[in-house]
T-cell receptor, first 111, second 122 residues
């Protein structure tokens, strides 16, 4: 079945350092979404990418969708302690509204 | 806009009892809601898709007789964990996407998550 993988599983960075998480799907995706879950909280939608090669920015966050629409990345420039949490990518399952979530990358930022 | 609430936020129950969790879309209508389960430090596992006015669609390996889902209106879905056991202890989260033309806030392509319900079965 469809699989969505993410690497790394964990990442510890010093505040101010950059951070990147990668998402790979076993199948071509019509779109990909990114979510952030703070410790003890629930997932919060960050962004959706639809077009091949698309790049979107949200302040210090840069999201990219691969040319083949099977991979994506999230890059955070100059991390802050508020960036702490788990970042999930999710791809649609079939043609419905279901999404398959990746295992997530847990980011720790040391002050 | 696009707020999803869950009730209760946490519940502790004895083994063998049933627990009902409510998921409500507060400012939009949702023909479809999703129920997830999340174990500590793990990803979200889709349990079932709740469809308004019809039977829920369960993912493989999820017992439909144990996890009863009812989607009675366009703003409410409930998950009942029947005869709960300690291994059912988990974080249960619902999500919903606004239906096209439903008005209110939110993007139809986005899943909005509830705050989750932490279930502990003793």
């Amino acid at each position: 079945g469809q699989q969505v993988m993410q690497i790394p599983q964990y990442q510890h960075v010093q505040e101010g350092e950059d951070f990147t998480t990668y998402c790979n799907s076993s199948t071509t995706l019509s779109n990909i979404q990114w979510y952030k879950q703070r410790p003890g909280g629930h997932p919060v939608f960050l962004i959706q990418l639809v077009k091949s090669g698309e790049v979107k920015k949200q302040k210090r966050l840069t999201f990219q969708f691969g040319e083949a629409k099977k991979n994506s990345s999230l890059h955070i420039t100059a991390t802050q302690t508020t960036d702490v949490g788990t970042y999930f990518c999710a791809g649609p399952k079939g043609y419905g509204q279901n999404f398959v979530f990746g295992p997530g990358t847990r980011l720790s930022v040391l002050p | 806009g696009a707020v999803v609430s869950q009730h209760p936020s946490w519940v502790i129950c004895k083994s063998g009892t049933s627990v009902k969790i409510e998921c409500r879309s507060l400012d939009f209508q949702a023909t479809t809601m999703f129920w997830y389960r999340q174990f500590p430090k793990q990803s979200l596992m889709l349990m079932a898709t709740s469809n308004e006015g019809s039977k829920a669609t369960y993912e493989q390996g999820v017992e439909k007789d144990k996890f009863l889902i009812n989607h009675a209106s366009l703003t409410l879905s409930t998950l009942t964990v029947t005869s709960a056991h300690p291994e059912d202890s988990s974080f249960y989260i619902c999500s919903a996407s606004p239906a096209s033309g439903s008005g209110g806030g939110g993007d139809t392509d986005t899943q909005y998550f509830g705050p989750g319900t932490r279930l502990t079965v003793l």
